[in-house]
């Protein structure tokens, strides 16, 4: 096979959220040359652009990398899909599209483990940098930056009854989850354009400069490994168009693969747990053992109700009301398509003593069974909606490990979902608090039958089987190549990897622990403060 080269000052690995944001940066005049190397496509298919058909785009293997789980053995050894965006804008291209940041709190744990400068009043002017915001900028917004932010603009008729609901719990409503008061439930911002196009981070911060010089695009490049050269990383290895590619780095690489791929990467590149590394008849560059440790996802599960009024996606999706949609949508004048089937998301503490949120819910005004549908052939769907819930800061971790040295043999995951005891527990509190929140006056004259599950959990027994029958991940992993200080740290707090030169993980795969909201927004937020560490800049000032 032919080997081709090329020399760059920087190479980052993977066109993702992260990705999309350092690629951006270092490319910016005078920084440097980038190569940015995306193993997918060019992601840009009407599909992708129309918020409301995410969906449609996760177990698609030319959109998503359509990963499984090894068995679990937390859910009877049931294996869980991995839907990972394939192709410029990364997940981004594929995801809910859902915007915010989560807890303060979240971050300000992130410190305590030794980490300075990852607090909530050190990353906001991050946050606020990158964004601009459809309330313009004020003390917790940002204006002028590449990711527009929209709001949802057409809210599900149940938002106010649900929000009424969660009032009546005692639980705060918000009408902002950026704002003064982040925590509680109300509507989430979206990651959208003004024109309810879905905007990934390929859109908002590498489309407008795929002119500058300094910046080289591939896609359909699939890196294998990093180069190590005397405890330097000096270039990657990766395949294109059936040939054979070597670039070099005059100055970093940097590996935005994502919580799955750049632990696999490190692997395959002999970084990594030895022993493991050996077992694969891969020769050990540098010994790291916390690579591909530490992986978390939020562990989840719904139940479905029966809508006593017809204010689900079945009125929206009827084929005529449908079309007329798509015409507003295609029009920019928003509508269904230009946003999920939200009816209200947010985070709350379901104990007074919770330092931090400890239940993420999301109610949607469909379910994985809602379709389009013709009137006359056959009845109309039922009404339905969809409760969800998860456990915001998981105690189960998992790993990613490698089946094979071979880059196209995907790895071997696994979450352990449910395997700590005090996850079951939080999730049985989820699935509690919920079954009250549904049976508040507010809901009164919405809410009818639950119709999944068929019968209800007689006992602790049942709810454990049925919860570990349906449970699944929110699809936000993160912490497989740690960002810390201790020995399972995989990066330091510039992202560094530990022991090396040259060579950083900008990505969710080094968040240290979970955020109780939805991670797009922190892993560019990640991407824009780390590359004022490689360019040598002082750091924002952190907000009062
Ligand atoms: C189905 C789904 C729904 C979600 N919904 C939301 C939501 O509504 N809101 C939200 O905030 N978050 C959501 N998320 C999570 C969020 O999108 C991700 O956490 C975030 O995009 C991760 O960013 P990243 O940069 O770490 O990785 P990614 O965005 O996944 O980027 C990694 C990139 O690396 C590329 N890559 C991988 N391996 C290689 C290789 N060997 N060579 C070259 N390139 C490679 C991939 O193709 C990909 O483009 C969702 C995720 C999924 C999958």
């Known amino acids: 096979m032919t080997v081709r080269g090329s020399e760059h000052d920087f190479i980052v690995i993977g066109a993702g959220s992260s990705g999309c944001v350092v690629a951006n940066r270092l490319s910016a005049v005078g ?13 840009n298919s009407l599909l992708h652009k129309i918020p409301l058909a995410a969906t449609k785009l996760w177990f698609n293997p030319k959109t998503s990398w359509s990963l499984w789980t ?15 965006g394939k192709g410029l804008g990364g997940s981004s291209a594929i995801n809910g599209t859902v915007y915010n940041r989560g807890s303060p709190s979240d971050y300000d744990q992130w410190s305590d483990l030794g980490l300075d400068g990852w607090d909530y009043a050190s990353l906001l002017p991050y946050f606020r940098r990158i964004e601009d915001h459809w309330r313009g900028a004020d003390a917790h917004h940002g204006s002028g930056g590449e990711a527009p932010v929209s709001p949802l603009r057409t809210p599900s008729r149940l938002t ?21 008061c982040p925590e509680g439930i109300g509507l989430s911002d979206l990651h959208v ?26 896609t359909g490049a699939l890196v294998h490994r990093v180069l190590i050269e005397d405890g330097r990383a000096v270039g990657v290895e990766y395949s294109r168009d059936g040939a054979r590619w070597i670039a070099r780095a005059r100055r970093e690489v940097i590996l935005s693969g994502g919580a799955i791929a750049s632990p696999e990467i490190l692997l395959r590149s002999g970084i990594g747990p030895t022993e493991e590394l050996t077992s694969l008849g891969i020769a ?39 079309a007329r949609a798509m015409v507003q949508w295609a029009a920019g004048r928003g509508g269904i398509g230009a946003g999920p089937p939200m009816v209200a998301v947010g985070s709350v503490r379901t104990r007074p003593e919770c330092r931090t949120p400890d239940l993420r819910v999301t109610v949607t005004g469909a379910t994985m069974a809602s379709k389009v549908w013709w009137p006359g052939f056959g009845p109309p769907p039922p009404h339905r909606f969809m409760v969800s819930f998860a456990v915001a800061h998981p105690k189960s971790r998992g790993s990613i490990t490698l089946a094979s ?21 939080q999730i049985r509190r989820g699935y509690r608090s919920l079954r009250e929140l549904i049976a508040k006056p507010a809901l009164a004259d919405i809410a009818g039958d639950i119709v999944r599950p068929a019968t209800e959990p007689a006992d602790e027994r049942e709810l454990d089987q049925y919860l570990r029958s349906v449970a699944g991940t929110t699809s936000h992993p993160m912490g497989s190549c740690k960002m810390g200080v201790g ?27 979970q955020i ?22 002082p750091p924002l000032q952190a907000a009062a």
Request: proline share 8%.
């Open 31 to 43: 920084a440097g040359t980038v190569l940015l190397l995306e193993a997918g496509g060019t992601a």
């Open 70 to 84: 090894d068995p679990e053995p937390g859910l009877d050894g049931r294996r869980l899909p991995v839907p990972r």
């Open 160 to 180: 106010p009854y649900v929000l009424d609901a969660v009032r009546q719990m005692g639980w705060p409503v918000t009408d902002d989850l950026m704002g003064e």
């Open 193 to 218: 354009d003004r024109r309810g196009r879905r905007s990934s981070a390929y859109d908002a911060f590498i489309a407008p400069i795929t002119s500058r010089d300094a910046l080289e695009i591939q």
């Open 284 to 322: 050990t560059v540098h010994d790291l053992p916390g690579v591909g440790r530490n992986l978390t996802d939020q562990p989840g599960a719904s139940f479905e109700v029966a809508c006593k009024q017809p204010f689900t996606s079945t009125h929206d999706l009827r084929i005529d009301r449908f």
């Open 405 to 425: 040295a071979d880059p196209s043999t995907p790895p071997r995951i696994v979450y352990n979902v449910l395997t700590a005891d005090a996850d079951i527990v």
């Open 487 to 513: 020995a399972d740290a995989v990066v330091d707090g510039e992202c560094r990897v530990r022991g090396l030169a040259g060579l950083r993980v900008v990505d969710a795969s080094v968040f240290p622990t």
């Open 516 to 537: 109780s909201g939805n991670p797009h927004a922190t892993a560019m937020m990640l991407g824009a403060k780390v590359c004022d560490m490689i360019l040598g800049r």
